[in-house]
C-alpha cells in the first residue's frame, strides 16, 4: 500500500459511535480543527445493542453531560418515542430516566450534527495504522494509502478493534451489526506499547412484530407526564411506542441447558470477559439454576421499521437453539427471527494506562474513550469520549486538563474506577457505584455542572443565567415555606391522617410539615393561598432539599473530607518502587497507577489503609524538608 499525505488536522477522532460523536462535537465547539473517521458513515450514533437511552445509573451520565454541553441529551429528546422514570418507588437518589430511542431517527440526527458542525470534517475510512512522531505528533492511515496528520488522536473504536462475532459454532471477523472490523488497527496499537485485552459483550435477537401474540404479554407504556433528558428541552416529550413485558419458562431453561455444551460460552470458542451485570441467557441460567423464569422486554426498533428487540435475551447459542429458546415464550411461540442474537469480541486497552485526563500516559496526546476504555454501554462511552474531546483541545491550547471528581459527579466517579480501580469485564455504571449518590442526582446535575461547563467554554453564559436563577427561586421558595405558619383545621388534620403523618401542631410552619413523612409540596396547596406559581423542577427542587436536607448535609461533610484527601497531591517523580516501608503489591500497583493525590492512591486495589499512612508520612516530611530549603 501506498501512502499519500491526505491531510493535517489538530485532533483526529478514529470512530464515531457514541464516544467518537461527543469526543469530535466537544473538540471543534471549543475551536480546535477535527477530523473524525468511522468504518462506516451510515452506522454513526449506532444502537446494536438496545435501542435506548439512559436507564439506572446512566440516565445520571446523559444528564450530567447535558449540563456540561454535551449533545446525547438533545438528540435523545428529538428522537425517543417513550419515556420512563425508573425506581420512582425508591428514593430521589436513584431516579433514572431511561427512553426508548428512534434508532434510525437518531443515527440520522447525530451524522447531520456532526456534518454540520463548524471545524469538523467527517471521513469514511478504515484507520490500519497509527504511528508517533519524533515530535510528538501522530500519522494516521487509512485502508486506501491515505495519511492524516494530527497533532493529538483519540481513539473511540467501540467493539470494532479486533472484532469478532460468534453465534454458535459459527464466528466472522466482524464488527457490529455486520460491519467491517478493524484488526490491522489493534496491531498498530500493539506495535506503540499499548495494553490491550480482550472484551466481549452481547446483542440479543430481533423479532417481527406480526409474528408475536401481545394478548400473553404485559403493556409497559411510558409515563403520563414525561421528562425530558436536556434541561434546554422546554417541550415535555410526547410517548409515541408503548414496550411490553414476557416471561421465559422452564421450557427455556430446559432449553439451554440441554444446549449448553453447543454454548460458545462454555465451549471455549468465546475467550473474551462479558459483563457480569449485563449477561448472555445462558449465564443467567448457569448461574441462577432456582430461577424458573426471567422478565423479557419487547421494545420497538422505532416508528417506521417492524423489528422489536428481545431484551434481555442477549445469546451467542446457535440459531435453531434461539428459535426454540423463543418459542419457548408465551407469546413467541410463533416469533420470526429478523436478526439473530449473536455475541461479539474486541480489543479495548487496561484503562490502569490511562491518566484522569484520559490520555494514554506513556503516550502523551493520545487519548482513550468509551469501549476502548474497558467500559459498557452508549451513556459511558459518551462522557468518556466528551471528557477526552475537551482535555485533547484543552492540553493543544496549553491549558491544564479539565478534570471531575467523583464526589461532584457521576462522570468523576466513572472515570476514577477506571484509571484508579482498572476492571476485569466491561464497566457498566451504575447508583451503587457512587458514595455520595444522595448529592449526585440526576435532578440536579445542572446545578452541580453548568457552572463548569461554562468554565470550560461549552455552556452558553445564558444558559448559565438559567440555572443560578432557577436554584435562586428554589432558595426563595424554601425561605418563604420557613415563613410561612398554617393554622390547625380538620381539612389538615384529615391530610395529615391520609398521610400517616401525625397530627397537626398549632403553628406548625408549611416548611415543618412539609419535612413530615409522606407529605408533599402538592399536599400543601389547599393551605398555602400565597403560593407562588413555580414550574415543576422547581418544585421538585424545593422537596427534595427541605425532605432530604439532614442526609444532604451529611454527605457534604463526607465530601469536604473527601475534597481534603484530594488536595493532598503526591510528586510526580517519587519513585514508589524504592520505598521499602511500603509492601511490595502496594509498590507495584502506586508505580503503574501514578495517583494524583492521597485520596486516589487510598481507592487503588492492593493498596492498604498502612501503606496510605505511611505515604501520608513521607508526604509530611516532604513538605517540612521544604520548608527548610532542603
Known amino acids: 500500500m501506498r501512502e499519500f499525505h491526505a ?16 469526543a469530535a462535537l466537544a473538540s471543534a465547539r471549543l475551536g480546535l480543527n477535527t477530523l473524525v473517521l468511522t468504518v462506516q458513515l451510515d452506522a454513526v450514533g449506532n444502537m446494536p445493542c438496545n435501542p435506548a437511552i439512559g436507564g439506572t445509573g446512566k ?19 428529538e428522537c425517543c418515542i417513550q419515556y420512563r422514570l425508573l425506581n420512582r418507588g425508591k428514593g430521589p437518589a436513584v431516579w433514572s430516566l431511561r427512553a426508548q430511542a428512534d434508532r434510525r431517527r437518531y443515527q440520522e440526527r447525530m451524522k447531520h450534527t456532526l456534518e454540520q458542525q463548524r471545524g469538523l470534517s467527517v471521513r469514511q475510512g478504515e484507520a490500519v495504522d497509527l504511528r508517533r512522531e519524533a515530535d510528538g505528533s501522530y500519522t494516521v492511515v487509512l485502508s486506501t494509502g491515505a495519511a492524516f496528520h494530527a497533532k493529538a488522536v483519540i481513539l473511540a473504536t467501540g467493539t470494532y478493534l479486533g472484532g469478532r462475532v460468534v453465534i454458535g459454532d459459527w464466528t466472522e471477523s466482524s464488527g457490529p451489526d455486520g460491519m467491517h472490523p478493524s484488526n490491522a488497527l489493534s496491531e498498530a496499537l500493539r506495535r506503540l506499547g499499548l495494553p490491550l485485552r480482550r472484551f466481549k459483550t452481547g446483542t440479543p435477537p430481533r423479532i417481527h412484530r406480526r409474528s408475536v401474540d401481545f394478548s400473553k404479554l404485559e403493556i409497559q407504556p411510558g409515563d403520563a407526564l414525561p421528562i425530558p433528558f436536556s434541561y434546554a428541552t422546554k417541550t415535555p416529550p410526547e410517548n409515541r411506542a408503548v414496550c411490553y413485558l414476557a416471561w421465559t419458562t422452564a421450557e427455556t431453561q430446559k432449553i439451554v441447558e440441554a444446549n449448553l455444551d453447543r454454548s460458545p460460552l462454555y465451549s ?8 457480569r451485570y449485563c449477561p448472555s441467557f445462558e449465564t443467567k441460567v448457569v448461574r441462577f439454576p432456582d430461577k424458573r423464569r426471567h422478565q423479557l422486554f419487547l421494545e420497538p426498533m422505532g416508528l417506521h421499521t417492524e423489528e422489536l ?20 415464550v408465551p407469546g413467541l411461540e410463533h416469533a420470526e427471527i429478523t436478526r439473530p442474537a449473536y455475541a461479539i469480541e474486541y480489543d479495548c486497552i487496561d484503562p490502569l494506562a490511562l491518566s484522569a485526563a484520559l490520555e494514554v500516559k506513556a503516550l502523551p496526546g493520545l487519548y482513550g474513550a468509551g469501549q476502548f476504555n474497558g467500559s459498557s454501554g452508549y451513556e459511558e462511552a459518551a462522557v468518556q469520549g466528551f471528557m477526552a474531546g475537551v482535555n485533547a483541545a484543552r492540553k493543544l491550547r496549553g491549558e491544564p486538563p479539565f478534570l471531575l471528581s467523583r ?59 438559567e440555572v443560578q436563577e432557577k436554584y435562586a427561586r428554589v432558595e426563595a421558595e424554601i425561605r418563604r415555606l420557613e415563613h410561612t405558619g398554617t393554622a390547625p383545621s380538620e381539612a389538615l388534620r384529615a391530610m395529615l391522617e391520609e398521610k400517616h403523618s401525625g397530627g397537626a401542631a398549632e403553628g406548625s410552619s408549611l416548611l415543618a410539615l412539609l419535612r413530615r413523612p409522606r407529605v408533599g409540596y402538592e399536599d400543601l396547596a389547599p393551605f398555602d393561598p400565597d403560593r407562588p406559581p413555580l414550574p415543576a423542577d422547581v418544585r421538585e427542587q424545593v422537596e427534595i432539599s427541605v425532605k432530604y436536607e439532614g442526609y444532604i448535609r451529611r454527605q457534604e461533610r463526607q465530601v469536604r473530607e473527601f475534597r481534603r484527601m484530594e488536595h493532598r497531591l503526591l510528586p510526580e517523580d517519587w519513585d514508589y518502587a524504592s520505598m521499602d516501608n511500603l509492601r511490595l503489591e502496594a509498590r507495584e500497583k502506586l508505580s503503574a497507577v501514578r495517583p494524583r493525590s492521597l485520596g486516589q492512591a487510598a481507592r487503588i486495589s492492593g493498596v492498604s489503609p498502612a501503606d496510605i499512612a505511611a505515604l501520608a508520612a513521607r508526604l509530611e516530611q516532604t513538605h517540612k524538608g521544604k520548608e527548610r530549603g532542603v
Open 268 to 275: 471455549g470458542v468465546i475467550q473474551g470477559t462479558g459483563p
Open 309 to 328: 428487540y428481545v431484551q434481555g435475551f442477549s445469546s451467542s447459542m446457535p440459531e435453531e437453539v434461539q428459535v426454540q429458546m423463543l418459542h419457548s
Open 7 to 22: 491531510g493535517s488536522t489538530d485532533i483526529a477522532v478514529i470512530g464515531a459511535g457514541h464516544a467518537g460523536i461527543e
Open 59 to 77: 440516565g445520571h451520565l446523559v444528564r450530567e453531560l447535558d449540563a456540561l454541553g454535551g449533545e446525547m441529551a438533545k438528540a435523545a429528546d
Open 407 to 465: 464526589g461532584e459527579s457521576y462522570i468523576g466517579a466513572l472515570i476514577d474506577d477506571l484509571v484508579t480501580r482498572g476492571t476485569e469485564e466491561p464497566y457498566r455504571m451504575m447508583t451503587s457505584r457512587s458514595e455520595y449518590r444522595l448529592l449526585l442526582r440526576q435532578d440536579n446535575a445542572d446545578l452541580r455542572l453548568t457552572a463548569r461547563g461554562h468554565e470550560i467554554g461549552l455552556v452558553s453564559r445564558e444558559r448559565l443565567q
